[in-house]
Nanobody, 119 residues
Framework: QVQLVESGGGLVQAGGSLRLSCAASGSVFKIDAMGWYRQAPGKQRELVAVITRGGSTNYADSVKGRCTISRDNPKNTVYLQMNSLKPEDTAVYYC?????????????WGQGTQVTVSS
């Protein structure tokens, strides 16, 4: 099992910045990748950014150039630095971690943190 605790959301004006944090605990040595997803009202949850165990990263086209995902291995923490925020970035942001065991994928989610960008 992996437990995830997010922090860092809040209200910011358009053009501003926020840094989200996600602290993992439990079976962190099993984690293959961690990432951030977001869900806006009335929309499906979507990937924002992911970082693998090897350090590879991937971003949604909508945030490329504005967001950076990084990790602090000793702290088992992943960060999402978001710059040049837009009102359309408003959503609940969820941290995700997953690992596979054989053919089974284990997915873990944080409780979510609200990000609101005012115009």
């Amino acid at each position: 099992q992996v437990q995830l605790v997010e922090s860092g959301g809040g209200l910011v004006q358009a053009g501003g910045s926020l840094r989200l944090s996600c602290a993992a605990s439990g079976s962190v040595f099993k984690i293959d990748a961690m990432g951030w997803y977001r869900q806006a009202p009335g929309k499906q949850r979507e990937l924002v950014a992911v970082i693998t165990r090897g350090g590879s990263t991937n971003y949604a086209d909508s945030v490329k150039g504005r967001c950076t995902i990084s990790r602090d291995n000793p702290k088992n923490t992943v960060y999402l630095q978001m710059n040049s925020l837009k009102p359309e970035d408003t959503a609940v942001y969820y941290c995700n971690a997953h690992y596979s065991s054989g053919s089974v994928i284990f997915d873990f989610w944080g409780q979510g943190t609200q990000v609101t960008v005012s115009s």
